[in-house]
T-cell receptor, first 113, second 118 residues
Framework: GAGVSQSPSNKVTEKGKDVELRCDPISGHTALYWYRQSLGQGLEFLIYFQGNSAPDKSGLPSDRFSAERTGGSVSTLTIQRTQQEDSAVYLC???????????FGSGTRLTVV | AQSVAQPEDQVNVAEGNPLTVKCTYSVSGNPYLFWYVQYPNRGLQFLLKYITGDNLVKGSYGFEAEFNKSQTSFHLKKPSALVSDSALYFCAVRDRMNYGGATNKLIFGTGTLLAVQP
């Protein structure tokens, strides 16, 4: 596609529910990143996929968070048993090659009530 | 580990005046440095990057950044600010640590809100 597409754009969920956030990167981009942006916190790295390499999961805050990338394209970030502190904007980005400039999606605003 | 610091939460400048948004870095080896901008309710957009070469890097929308190795800084500058430049600006450095898999993700600073008054 023309840009990085994220869905849904907004999600309100009840505490304890599971949520899935989707990222559709730019076609041909081999690298895909997930970041979390909380109010006043800047961008927090979550996870990074590069081609067929094992993903860098070093930023996932707890075992409630997981992500997968199917067929080297679409990625899903799953948060299990959501907590209020999970409320944030979740941003996805892709790049054409390892270390290349990122193109960001518009993000998914998650609100846990 | 690589890191960047943005010491100012907010920078205020009058339209037409020069602006500077500060960034300092801490890296092992040669730094790969980036600036991104986030307009309200929109995703981040790439402005410019320094990999090697000239210390003064020119980017989008008239912005430039100066790489200063002795001061470990990469400040963002523009000679004449516009009201439309008001946004959140992020400095970033490439993390070259290997966590057993993919490497080279970007580590972002906490962001600086630029407010340009008419």
């Amino acid at each position: 596609g023309a840009g990085v597409s994220q869905s849904p754009s907004n999600k309100v969920t009840e505490k304890g529910k599971d949520v899935e956030l989707r990222c559709d990167p730019i076609s041909g981009h081999t690298a895909l990143y997930w970041y979390r942006q909380s109010l006043g916190q800047g961008l927090e790295f979550l996870i990074y996929f590069q081609g067929n390499s094992a993903p860098d999961k070093s930023g996932l805050p707890s075992d409630r968070f997981s992500a997968e990338r199917t067929g080297g394209s679409v990625s899903t970030l799953t948060i299990q048993r959501t907590q209020q502190e999970d409320s944030a904007v979740y941003l996805c980005a892709s790049s054409q090659r390892q270390g290349g400039g990122y193109t960001f999606g518009s993000g998914t605003r998650l609100t846990v009530v | 580990a690589q890191s960047v610091a943005q010491p100012e939460d907010q920078v205020n400048v009058a339209e037409g005046n020069p602006l500077t948004v500060k960034c300092t870095y801490s890296v092992s080896g040669n730094p790969y440095l980036f600036w991104y901008v986030q307009y309200p309710n929109r995703g981040l957009q790439f402005l410019l990057k320094y990999i090697t070469g000239d210390n003064l890097v020119k980017g989008s929308y008239g912005f430039e950044a100066e790489f200063n190795k002795s001061q470990t800084s990469f400040h963002l500058k523009k000679p004449s600010a516009l009201v439309s430049d008001s946004a959140l600006y992020f400095c970033a450095v490439r993390d070259r640590m290997n966590y057993g898999g993919a490497t080279n993700k970007l580590i972002f600073g906490t962001g600086t809100l630029l407010a340009v008054q008419p």
